[in-house]
């Protein structure tokens, strides 16, 4: 159960309204009884003294109430639907058939407005055939889906009525000459009154573009430039993206870098403030129909009415211009195109059939939530999720306040959180290349990221070639090759996942002393769904998020048995639990005033934040408290904070260090202190996600250094201690959260053997893939997303509102798989 985001609303409910109020009325008609007393209500002859003892009930809706009549507040009936829709007379709360009688029931309120759209095919003038079947009522997520029943071929019939309950006495309307004054006000009110769906519409932000006030004066040099028809870079730094011509002296340069990965070095906007020259144009939207064109000197997107003309200056022809396809490239109409994994994904090409019904209903995308609706889809095509979210409506509807429009829980409808059938637990084996001694630890995860090495690409040679071809194509300023695409193997994936990696700055406790270590992770227990994540997003060295265009035969069935973690091994010997010394300059305690009022942050990381346009303080705050590791972890935590009120304050800063006697020269590492860490260093750790108990242990265990201690953090597994086990057991596992792995036993982890731990569901490491996410787009914060589920032995597209049979699913192309266990038998 969901409530509508601001903005929705009911197209039909607007021609109710209008065919209501317009529609001329009869003869009042008598009340007609539905209930057990119809006797008593035919001998009521004047209705204004049936309403007398519910008058006091009765509210005209004033400004700022909400009239909630296009929908009802627990599920997706309407107007349209076939019991209607029950608006309250008192809170304006809209309720479905089967949901008004329990509103009575709780709150004593007796008199409804019941709204009712009939729906029918014309006799005349129709195209023929009979009216759509209704489909599930949850594809009124997508209001525009009625549009079979907005055409010239159908009519509708609306009627309005007041029900009195518990009898259901109605009474038609309008029925002005009989009624109330009070009641007639309301009813008009109601009737009159926006839906609070629309109520809630936030105003439009688009604004019509202005024609430039230098379009007609524009002043162009005659120096001979002419830009060539493909094969464009910037003059300054040879960046190919997000290039803009100077209309004045036909500079190509590149404009501002955006954090969704486009942009460039804003060598267009320097160039403007060198020479004032103030129009440019982006290369690669010239098309017949026009081009984007901005000025500088108005800080804005303008109109260009002379285009063509001052494009003409540099020898483009408008109407020789040819869109871009999506990777940026121009489309040659002489040669045949790559299909592209919009069209792959999507199944563009072909006759699709559509599906309706329970689980097939598709989710409305409202811009940006396509991510949303394709993870929803997955989720709920699990039992597990089914039952919490699905299977206790009852007690939900029950339970809800009297307002449940304005209840997260009543929309959400769920209680507890189901992941249980993600989470399984990580072992990792570190071992000291010198003494070849070993530690072992676990973690919870809840997903399986794999890595896609290039380099065990199948078609290896035709990458090189198509590469070494690219770049004749830009030191010769033609038309670049078509695309190649890595087809890598799934089994190479696995292999780079499991494969021993170095530990960076590895601190040997067997040595005391940093040492070259490796690091090997198996799976400690098998979740009941595995979620299997292809690192297709990579960081560049400038920062910019690129998507790789990769190909990974993703197999129907896996079985990663052989994966399953060993524990500690006869003959293997564990690594002394001991940690590393703190090592702290002589002049700590002499300069620690100063290196407060001056603390160490990464201007460089600040203002590639603040570029994205953050507050400055709040990007200080960000990169010093994420220990300046650079400006992604600093982008989490903005994410994570900028709903506090003091987001964009100054930084403040406790007192780091404090002032005691070091304990450096012990030659086993630095004792813990016995006083407490200061409250505001713990609550800057606690707030980046840490435990309390473990940011605490950390403090002490680096003399109260911040910056250490979140190395600490991330290099000591947090420890579950004895003696906190019953204040764990009902807590929720944290993502970034470890647990300590001294005890190695053999034994199935899984909550019957200890229900302190987290709560893990282990089983036989035997999947079938039964859905997968895919994404079409350059980058993380731009694109489409779109999910393909097997249902019923047949895959299905969910694609944004569109749910049709899948005819080719490109398993090959997807970015985040899901499996559900295999039975053992």
């Known amino acids: 159960m969901a409530s509508h985001p601001p903005g929705r609303r009911n197209v039909e409910t607007e021609r109710f309204e ?33 309403l007398v003892p519910y008058m006091p009930t009765i509210r005209v809706p004033r400004t700022g109430d909400w009239v909630f009549k296009s929908e009802c507040a627990f599920s997706f009936d309407s107007p349209e639907s076939e019991g209607g829709l029950y608006v ?30 009939h729906v029918k095919e014309k006799a005349t003038g129709a195209a023929g055939g009979a009216i759509p079947r209704r489909r599930n009522g949850k594809v009124f997520l997508d209001l525009e889906l009625n549009r079979d029943f907005n055409g010239e071929d159908y009519e509708y019939e609306d009627e309005a009525k007041l029900v009195i309950f518990p009898d259901h ?105 060198e020479t004032n020259y103030p129009l440019a144009v982006k290369l690669d939207t010239i098309t017949p129909d026009g081009a984007d064109v901005y000025s ?34 121009h489309t040659d109409n002489n040669a045949r195109p790559r299909v592209s994994e919009w069209e792959v994904i999507q199944e563009s090409g072909m006759k699709l059939k559509a599906v309706y019904g329970s689980g097939y209903t598709g989710i409305k995308n409202l811009g940006n939530s396509c991510y949303l609706g394709t993870v929803m889809q997955v989720l709920f095509s699990i039992p597990d999720f089914q039952r919490m979210y699905v299977g206790n409506l009852q007690r939900i509807f029950d339970y809800s306040p009297l307002d449940p429009t304005q209840d997260f829980a009543t929309q959400i409808a769920g209680t507890e959180n189901p992941s249980d059938v993600f989470r399984f637990l990580v072992e990792e084996r570190v071992q000291c290349c010198q003494t070849r001694r070993v530690r072992y630890t676990e973690r919870v995860d809840y997903c399986i990221q794999l890595p896609a090495p290039i380099e065990a690409a199948t078609n290896r040679e035709e990458l090189l070639a198509y590469e070494a071809k690219r770049k004749d194509a830009e030191e010769n300023m033609r038309a670049p090759p078509e695309p190649v695409r890595a087809r890598i193997p799934f089994t190479a994936c696995l292999q780079a996942f499991t494969e021993p990696e170095n530990v960076p700055d590895f601190w040997s406790s067997a040595l005391q002393a940093k040492s070259a270590g490796v690091k090997t992770s198996r799976f400690a227990s098998f ?51 001991l940690m590393p010394p703190i090592v702290l300059p002589e002049d700590t305690r002499d300069n620690s005033m100063s290196s407060i009022d001056s603390p160490e942050i990464d201007e460089a990381a600040v203002m590639q934040l603040a570029e994205m346009g ?66 505001e260093s713990i609550a800057i750790l606690t707030s980046m996600g840490f435990p309390r108990t473990h940011s605490i242990q950390a403090l002490k265990a680096t003399n109260n250094n911040l910056e250490r201690a979140l190395d600490w953090i991330f290099t000591h597994p947090e420890e579950e201690e004895n003696d906190a086990l019953s204040d764990m057991a009902d807590t929720e596992p944290n993502d970034n959260a470890f647990s300590n792995a001294n005890s190695h036993s053999d034994s199935t982890l899984s909550p019957d053997r200890d229900t302190s731990g987290p709560r893990i569901k282990d089983g036989p490491g035997r999947y079938e893939l039964f859905a997968f996410i895919s994404h079409m787009g350059a980058s993380t914060m731009s694109g489409h997303y779109v999910c393909h589920i097997k249902k019923e032995g047949r895959w299905v597209i969910y694609n944004d509102h569109k749910v049709c049979l899948s005819e080719r699913p490109p398993k090959d192309l997807g970015y985040v798989y899901f499996y559900h266990r295999l039975s053992s038998s």
């Not at 003869?27 to 049936?50: F, I, Q, T, Y």
């Not at 509103?103 to 759209?117: A, D, E, P």
């Open 614 to 679: 953050f507050p400055l303080e709040a990007c200080r705050k960000a990169v010093y408290y994420t220990g300046n590791m650079g400006p992604e972890m600093a982008f989490n935590w903005i994410i994570a904070h900028m709903e506090e009120p003091d987001f964009a304050e100054p930084l403040t800063l406790p007192s780091m260090i404090d002032p005691g006697p070091s304990t450096s020269d012990s030659p086993m590492g630095a004792t813990p202190l016995g006083n407490s860490p200061p409250e």
């Open 18 to 50: 209008n065919s209501i109020l317009s529609s001329d009325s009869a003869a009042p008609v008598a009340p007609r009884h539905c209930g057990a007393r119809s006797r008593n209500a035919k001998m009521a002859a004047d209705l204004g003294e049936l």
């Open 169 to 273: 006495f109605e009474i038609p309307l309008p029925n002005i000459e009989e009624l109330p004054a009070l009641v007639t006000i309301a009813c008009d009110a109601v009737l009159n009154a926006s839906s609070a769906y629309k109520k809630q519409e936030p105003e439009s932000w688009d604004e019509e573009i202005q024609v430039s006030r230098h379009a007609r004066s524009l002043r162009q040099l005659d120096n001979g430039v002419r830009i060539p028809p493909s094969g464009w870079k910037c003059q300054k730094c040879e960046m190919r993206e997000n290039l803009w011509l100077n209309l004045t002296d036909g500079a190509v340069l590149c404009g501002k870098w955006f954090f969704d990965g486009s942009g460039g070095n804003g060598h267009a906007l320097e160039h403007y403030r």
């Open 296 to 329: 500088f000197e108005e800080e804005e997107a303008v109109l260009d009415p002379h285009i063509s003309e001052h494009l003409s200056h540099f020898g483009i022809d408008m109407l020789q211009m040819q869109k871009r396809t999506e990777n940026g490239h």
């Open 527 to 577: 979740p009941e769904y595995l979620i299997v994540q292809i690192k297709k997003f990579t960081f560049g060295v400038d920062w910019v998020p690129k998507k790789l265009d990769l190909a990974i035969d993703v197999p129907d069935f896996l079985d990663l048995n052989r994966l399953r973690a060993t524990g500690l091994q006869a003959g293997e010997e564990e690594l002394p639990d």
């Open 88 to 117: 309250c007379m008192n809170t304006f709360l809209g309720f479905g058939r089967e949901h008004v009688e329990r509103h009575y029931r709780k709150t004593g309120q007796s008199v409804y407005m019941h709204l009712k759209r």
